[in-house]
Structure formats: C-alpha cells, structure tokens
C-alpha cells in the first residue's frame, strides 16, 4: 500500500513521537473506505503524543478530542499549536479510557489507533464503558497490533527476549478481538 497521506508527516521532530509502529500508517489504513462524515466529532482515544489526532483534522476534516492517560495535555496543546491548528479543531484531554469525563452520546465516532489493546481486553468494555458516550448510528474504529496466531500458552523464547509475558498479553489475534467485540449487545 501507498500511504499518500502518511508519508506527509515523515519527519524526524514527528517520528520522535511514535510509541510504537507507525501510527498514522495504522489509521491510513484502518480508514480506507471509512464512513465518517467530514466535520464529525471524533474521540481519537489513546491519542499519545497527538500524531493521529493532527492527523484526523488535517487529513479528514474532523473536529476531535485527543484524550489520552498518559501523555500531558498541555505539551499536546503546543504541538497542535505548532501543526496551525486551532483550539476549536483539535482538544487535548486527559482521560481514561474506562472512565470518561464526558457526556453520554457526545461524541459522532471514536478512533483508536495503537492503543485500545491496553484497555479493551475487558468484555466488559465497550457496553458499559464506551459506546453510550457514541451517539447511535456512530462508528469506532480501532486498530492494534497484534499476533497472527496467540501464542500465550507457549511463547517462543525468542519474544522473551524483548518481552515480558505480562507486556505480550496485550498483543492478540483477530479470533481473540472478534469473540471480544461479539460480546458487545
Ligand atoms: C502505544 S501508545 C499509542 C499512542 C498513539 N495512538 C500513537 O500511536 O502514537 C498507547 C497509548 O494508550 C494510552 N493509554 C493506555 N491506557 C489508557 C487508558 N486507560 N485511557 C486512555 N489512554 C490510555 C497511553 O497513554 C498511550 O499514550
């Protein structure tokens, strides 16, 4: 794949931000026929250092939150500043994924790119956490990297020597997210 809109932003200052595999090849790619109209209101949630986020409102035309745990608003805030934008496009919050400081069916979609596998493992999660702060007929995409095949029961010695067992619980395949999403209601 080309990824037209990613390769944009291959700068060093940019690259110095990635906390893991290129994220906006991730959302390039997850959003290829996506159905969000231009001007919704997107959570982009586990937002980081704010790539993605930049990303959504240059690149979609989106107005979005960029809410995130870890990272420190206000350093967000500077670098939005310095992308050009404004405080009306793009909103750095701090906000836990399990427990949002918003309205209910505030936002029109979610986005979550690299990030959902730290908290979406509950089954739990998306009912009771998650979707009543979509409004109805919203979408979330979400993508994460992952294993081909879980391998958690017998981990090949060669991941152990960059990984804690506890860090490759996180990684899953897509049989492990299909049976997690299909308990949704
Ligand atoms: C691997 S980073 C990805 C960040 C960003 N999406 C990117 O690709 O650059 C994972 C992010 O998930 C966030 N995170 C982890 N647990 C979270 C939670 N419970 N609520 C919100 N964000 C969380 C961390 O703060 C971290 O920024």
Known sequence: MEYIKSQKYDLPKLQAKMMGPNPLKLQEEMLIKHKIPAGSLVCDLGSGQGLTS???????????????????????????????????????????????PFEKEFFDEVVSTDSYNYWGRDPEYLDAKLLPFVKSGGYIYACVPGMKKDCHNNLPEELLLSWTPEQLIYLRDIHYWTAIVNKCK
């Open 54 to 100: 930049v990303m959504l409102v240059k690149d979609y035309g989106f107005t979005v939150y960029a809410a995130d745990l870890w990272s420190d608003p206000e350093e967000n805030r500077k670098f939005f500043d310095e992308m050009g934008l404004t405080h009306e496009q793009i909103i750095p919050v701090k906000a836990d994924a399990t427990n949002l």
